[in-house]
């Protein structure tokens, strides 16, 4: 099945046509731990998705859509040495 016809991608399209409703300022509003739960520091890079129009169900859906493609079978393979790459 195309990913873009999954359960998980039409869940989180459906997602975002509700989040579009919303605003910044009112996802502030509603977590005023917003810019610290939404900011990460990897090395001397800072990833700041607090002013994104995203949400705790943005992420899960996020990892469901993950999770079905199989991308942690696939890194897990990388890493083990597995030929992932059948075109090469």
Not at 12 to 38: C, G, M, T, W, Y
């Amino acid at each position: 099945m195309p990913l873009d016809q999954s359960p998980e991608w039409l869940a989180l399209q459906a997602h975002h046509d509700n989040v579009q409703q919303i605003s910044l300022r009112q996802l502030f509003a509603d977590d005023p731990d917003r810019a610290e739960k939404l900011t990460m520091h990897v090395g001397d890079l800072t990833f700041d998705f607090s002013k994104h129009l995203i949400t705790d169900e943005t992420l899960a859906l996020l990892a469901n859509l993950v999770a079905s493609t199989g991308v942690a079978e696939r890194r897990d393979a990388m890493f083990a040495g597995d030929s992932i790459n059948t075109t090469e």
